[in-house]
C-alpha cells in the first residue's frame, strides 16, 4: 500500500503520520537515517508530524532545534540526565515546580548531584553558590505556582561568565510571553500540556536549544530513555499552536481582571504577579517581557491589552505602548464592579435572573414508549394521543328496604349505563331491549 501522489498538491494542514517504521530501497540509506535526527527511520528516533511541531516551537522561541518529548517532566528529566553526571553541582531557583523539585532530589540521593537552591531575586547568589563542578543554572520565567519573576537577562549572564548551561521552563509565560534564548537562556523547556496544546486533551513537552550541537546530545540520550512524543498528541499540539496567540491574550486580561478583584477582597490580604508593586524584579519584566504572565495563577496581574510582537530581540516589543495608570488594572486598584462576569457568587450582587426567584427550570425530556424501556417484559403503550377514559354513571338513589329493579337491558341497574357515543363524538341512544 503506498501514498497516492498529490499532483502538486499540498495539504494546508500538517498530515498525521501514525507509522512506527520507514522503508528505504537502499539498505545504506536506512543506517545513515538510524543515526542522524534529520532522518525517519524508526518513531523513537523521529517522525514528520513530530518534526513539524519541533520546527513550530523553535521558530517561535527563536532556537536552533526542538526536541518533543511524551510529557513536560520528560523534557526536563532528559535535559538534566544529559548535562548532569555523578558529583556534578546545579543551582537552582528555590521557587519552583513540584515535579522538578522531586527529580533534583532523586538525582542528589541516586547519582550524588549536588543541588544549590538560591532565592531567585539577585544575581549574585549565583556568583556566591559556584562551585568547580557546577555546571548548570536551572531557572523558571514565572514560578510554578507562585509567579515569581526572575531577572533572566542578569542571572543568565552571571552563569554564562561562569560557563554555566542555563536551563530554564518557559511554560507559564509561553512563547508569547517571553522568549528566554533571546535573553541568554541555552535551552527552554514546556510543558505542552498546558498553554502550548491549550485543550487539556493532551500530555506533552518539548525543550528548544540555542546550539544544534547540545541538542544532538539530547535527542541522542532521549534515544535510550525512550521519552520521545507521540504523533497524534504533537498533531493536537499543533492544532493548539494556531491559536495560541489569542488565547493568551485572553489569559492576559482574565489574570488582570481576577488579580484587581482579588487586591480589594478581604479574604486576599496580599497578591504576587508581574503588575504587583511587591513583586521583584518589576521594573525588568517591564522593560522585557510586557506580556509575560502566569495565566493559570488565580492572584497574578497582567497586561493584557498590550500586543505581542515577533521581534528576535525580545519577549515582545519593548516600545509597546502600555496603557495609563489610570485605566490599567493593578494590585491597588479598587475592585470591580458586581456585574463583571468573573464575579463569583456569593461575594458580589447579581443581576442575573438566573440566580433569582423566577430562574426557569430544566425541562425533563420525555422518554419514549411512556417511560417504558422495551426488553423489559412490559406491554408498551402505543404512541399518540391517550384515548379517553370511559365514563361510568351515576349511583342510584334507593330507599332503604327497597329491592334493586332491573333496568332495560342491563343486568344490574345500580349504576346508570354510560352514554355512548358515535365515532363524529355525537351522543346516540341505546337500544331499546326486545319484548
Not at 540509506?29 to 508530524?49: G, M, V, W
Not at 562551585?131 to 554564562?160: H, I, M, W
Not at 430544566?362 to 377514559?389: I, M, S, Y
Request: glycine residues 10%; charged residues 15%.
Amino acid at each position: 500500500m503506498g501514498i497516492p501522489d498529490l499532483g502538486g498538491a499540498r495539504p494546508l494542514n500538517t498530515p498525521l503520520y501514525q507509522t512506527a517504521n520507514f522503508g528505504y530501497d537502499n539498505p545504506e540509506d536506512l543506517a545513515e537515517a538510524i543515526n542522524n535526527p534529520a532522518s525517519f527511520a524508526y518513531l523513537r528516533n523521529s517522525n514528520p508530524t513530530v518534526r513539524a511541531l519541533e520546527d513550530a516551537v523553535s521558530a517561535l522561541e527563536g532556537a536552533a532545534a526542538s526536541l518533543a518529548t511524551s510529557s513536560g517532566m520528560g523534557a526536563i528529566h532528559t535535559v538534566l540526565h544529559t548535562l548532569l553526571g555523578s558529583g556534578d553541582h546545579i543551582i537552582v531557583q528555590k521557587h519552583l515546580y513540584g515535579g522538578t523539585f522531586a527529580l533534583l532530589r532523586d538525582l542528589s540521593a541516586r547519582y550524588g548531584v549536588d543541588v544549590t537552591y538560591i532565592d531567585g531575586r539577585d544575581a549574585a547568589e549565583v556568583t556566591e553558590a559556584l562551585r568547580p563542578t557546577t555546571k548548570v543554572l536551572y531557572l523558571e520565567t514565572l514560578s510554578n505556582p507562585t509567579a515569581q519573576v526572575t531577572d533572566l537577562p542578569a542571572f543568565f549572564a552571571a552563569g554564562r561568565a561562569a560557563g554555566l548551561t542555563g536551563v530554564v521552563d518557559n511554560t507559564f509565560a509561553s512563547p508569547i510571553g517571553c522568549r528566554p534564548i533571546s535573553l541568554g537562556a541555552d535551552v527552554v523547556v514546556h510543558s505542552s500540556t498546558k498553554f502550548l496544546s491549550g485543550h487539556g486533551d493532551v500530555l506533552g513537552g518539548i525543550a528548544s536549544f540555542a546550539d544544534a550541537a547540545l541538542h544532538r546530545r539530547v535527542w541522542s540520550h532521549s534515544l535510550e530513555t525512550g521519552t520521545i512524543a507521540d504523533p497524534f498528541a504533537a498533531w493536537l499540539t499543533l492544532r493548539g499552536l494556531a491559536t495560541l496567540g489569542l488565547r493568551m491574550r485572553r489569559h492576559h486580561e482574565n489574570a488582570d481582571g481576577l488579580a484587581t478583584f482579588l487586591s480589594g477582597h478581604p479574604g486576599s490580604p496580599r497578591s504576587t504577579g508581574p503588575d504587583c508593586p511587591t513583586t521583584p524584579a518589576t521594573s525588568w519584566r517591564g522593560a522585557c517581557c510586557p506580556t509575560a504572565t502566569a495565566a493559570s495563577s488565580p492572584s497574578t496581574s497582567t497586561a493584557g491589552a498590550r500586543r505581542p510582537s515577533s521581534s528576535p530581540g525580545g519577549c515582545a516589543s519593548p516600545t509597546a505602548p502600555s496603557p495609563s495608570a489610570a485605566s490599567r488594572p493593578s494590585c491597588s486598584s479598587p475592585p470591580p464592579p458586581p456585574t463583571a462576569r468573573w464575579t463569583p457568587r456569593g461575594c458580589a450582587p447579581s443581576a442575573s435572573r438566573r440566580d433569582g426567584p423566577h430562574r426557569r427550570r430544566p425541562r425533563t425530556p420525555r422518554r419514549p414508549h411512556g417511560g417504558l424501556r422495551p426488553g423489559t417484559g412490559l406491554t408498551l403503550r402505543p404512541q399518540g394521543p391517550a384515548p379517553a377514559p370511559a365514563r361510568t354513571g351515576t349511583p342510584i338513589r334507593r330507599a332503604p328496604g327497597q329491592a334493586p329493579a332491573a333496568g332495560p337491558g342491563h343486568a344490574d341497574p345500580t349504576t346508570a349505563p354510560p352514554r355512548p357515543r358515535t365515532r363524529e363524538g355525537a351522543p346516540r341512544t341505546c337500544p331499546t331491549a326486545p319484548p
